[in-house]
């Protein structure tokens, strides 16, 4: 089965210092993985994808994620945080029937 | 492109009541799909659609019923409001074709309440 975890549901860190949010998947075969953004009462945008291409994937508004088959890891990091960046962040698992399966999500806090 | 539309916005039902949470997408995109989103269990896929005429389950369908008649339209019926449907709902959208490795399009979403 495939599935998604993501270990930490709040992470806080201040403003202008690195931004670290995890998530390990589980899957028989090569997956496709996504990271998306959640502001409040809003809806989701796509941070950034990796389809089996290059392991480091950079996405919009400075965030990167790196695909480790090994540790069966997608990270999702950026160098500096901004206040703008609070909000709920989910990693995605596509399936090859074409289902995506969410993990439980990790609310960012950035603190002045 | 409006992208994907949802409506309505919010939605309060009593127990026992029906109706129809509509969807719409103007990108022609094969795919379709509906999630309900609770408090710290992510987004949980409900149904989806990958062409007109084509439907299948999520992880959970029950309590909820679609159809696909065109390849822009996906509407969600719920055939009996309970309170444990309240939700939000978000309507997505994307291309379609074997592997998965499209993203998907999210509708602004529904906000659902069964008292």
């Known amino acids: 089965a495939q599935s998604v975890t993501q270990l930490d549901s709040h992470v806080s860190v201040s403003e202008g210092t690195p931004v670290l949010l995890r998530c390990n998947y589980s899957?028989?075969?090569?997956?496709?993985l996504f990271w998306y953004v959640q502001h409040p009462n809003k809806g989701l945008q796509l941070l950034l994808k990796?389809?089996?291409?290059?392991?480091l994937v950079k996405g919009i508004n400075g965030f990167e994620a790196e695909f480790k088959k090994s540790e069966t890891s997608f990270h999702l990091t950026k160098p500096s945080a901004h206040m703008s960046d609070a909000a709920e962040y989910f990693c995605?698992?596509?399936?090859?029937?074409?289902?995506?399966?969410f993990g439980a999500g990790t609310r960012l806090t950035v603190k002045p | 492109n409006a992208g994907v539309t949802q409506t309505p916005k919010f939605q309060v039902l009593k127990t026992g009541q029906s109706m129809t949470l509509q969807c719409a997408q103007d990108?022609?995109?094969?795919?379709m799909s509906w999630y309900r989103q609770d408090p710290g269990m992510g987004l949980r896929l409900i149904h989806y659609?990958?062409?007109?005429?084509?439907?299948d389950q999520g992880e959970v369908p029950n309590g909820y019923n679609v159809s696909r008649s065109t390849t822009e339209d996906f509407p969600l019926r719920l055939l009996s409001a309970a309170p444990s449907q309240t939700s939000v709902y978000f309507c997505?959208?994307?291309?379609?074709?074997?592997?998965?490795?499209?993203?998907?399009?999210f509708g602004p979403g529904t906000r659902l309440t069964v008292t």
């Open positions: 997505a959208s994307k291309l379609g074709g074997m592997g998965g490795t499209y993203e998907q399009y």
């Open positions: 899957s028989s075969y090569s997956p496709s």
């Open positions: 990796y389809t089996s291409a290059a392991t």
């Open positions: 995605v698992v596509s399936l090859r029937n074409n289902d995506m399966r």
């Open positions: 990108m022609n995109h094969e795919y």
């Open positions: 659609s990958v062409g007109a005429g084509i439907t």
